[in-house]
């Protein structure tokens, strides 16, 4: 492992935080008066979990997405009592003792969850987002099932058990059709869970694209992630359009110089393999191709290098941004990123 990471070593993703801090400001002037949370799951989308949500609190961002549990408990511990951390990945009884002693927002998106986060109240109760599945299928109760749920959830709720805070859900966004669809369904559910009696204070429907697309579907708080760190959605607006820049950038190292290529101390711990043949660098003397990418190194058409000459690979200084790779290789910019090896050291700017 040892010389795993010394091979790695001269390959850094760097994380320029002004960069996320400006791309926070423009998401807040964007959904205002909706809130954002900022999501923060798969290690803050590879960018290393602390930095991101100390510098997003120093910014103002009050709400965090975690995901799954140990992510939230590990933002508790990050930034205190007062931040307000939503998880909705809960898997048995252990994970649910720890988000009640966290204080985490716990989205439900089963009946089966309800009881047994009521059940694992301690005293105080649980703070709970109800979900209704709008026709993305990702996890969510129901419509059929939604009257009685929220039924059960009024009960619950007047029992002490919980408090439910917020009604949620996830949407496709493949078309404006299906997601007026869902939408409607959506409120539709608000208004049932407030006709039993629930008091939600947090609607949350929209993640980056629709945030920024649909005004109408901010409601109180929109939850973005890939937007936070400059990662666009593949085939959708450009960066300039919706103002956001990529904060990450994957530099490396000239390894040997050659007639025929360059190698560079990165390969598939940095790059996905798919990105061979289809993604090309910026050098002093213009782009060069990428021809093929190993384990640890990748080869490039030459130009006149030295070693220990750095090159950007992707992202914010680079000649092209994790989007404009996945465009071409049919797949998302957060898979490029998610793709660099966490044994690949961050550096932090400023």
């Not at 093929?292 to 914010?316: H, M, N, Y």
């Amino acid at each position: 492992m040892s010389q795993y990471r010394e091979q790695l070593a001269p390959a850094e993703l760097v994380v320029d935080l002004d960069a996320f801090a400006a791309n926070l400001a423009t998401i807040r002037e964007r959904v205002a008066p909706a809130d954002h949370m900022l999501v923060v799951k798969d290690d803050a989308y590879a960018h290393g979990l602390a930095p991101i949500v100390t510098r997003a609190w120093q910014e103002g961002v009050r709400w965090i997405g975690a995901l799954d549990v140990a992510t939230g408990v590990r933002v508790r511990e990050l930034l205190g009592a007062d931040a307000r951390i939503f998880a909705w990945m809960l898997q048995g009884a252990a994970d649910i003792a720890d988000a009640v002693a966290a204080d985490l927002d716990c989205g439900i998106g089963t009946e089966a969850l309800l009881e047994d986060v009521a059940a694992g109240s301690v005293g105080t109760p649980v703070t709970v987002h109800l979900k209704i599945d709008t026709g993305l299928h990702r996890n969510g109760v129901r419509p059929e099932r939604w009257r009685a749920f929220v039924e059960r959830a009024h009960a619950l709720e007047v029992a002490g058990a919980i408090h439910v805070r917020g009604i949620w859900s996830h949407i496709a966004e493949t078309s404006d059709a299906s997601d007026d669809e869902a939408r409607a369904i959506f409120d539709w559910a608000v208004g049932e869970a407030r006709a039993v009696g629930l008091t939600p204070t947090r609607m949350h429907l929209a993640a980056s694209a629709a945030s920024f697309a649909r005004p109408d579907y901010r409601y109180d708080m929109v939850r973005i992630g890939a937007f936070a760190y400059g990662i666009r959605s593949t085939d959708g607006p450009s960066d300039a359009e919706l103002g956001i820049t990529p904060i990450a950038t994957l530099e490396a190292t000239v390894r040997h110089v050659s007639d025929d290529a360059v190698v560079i101390d990165a390969g598939w711990n940095g790059l996905m393999t798919l990105a061979e043949t289809n993604t090309a660098v910026q050098t002093p003397a213009g782009s060069r191709q990428i021809m093929s990418i190993k384990a640890d190194v990748v080869t490039c058409e030459p130009w006149p290098a030295q070693p220990g000459d750095r090159v950007a690979l992707f992202g914010g200084s680079a000649l092209e941004s994790a989007t404009d790779i996945a465009e071409r290789i049919g797949t998302i910019g957060e898979e490029i990123v998610l793709r660099v090896s966490p044994e690949i050291p961050r550096k932090y700017l400023p």
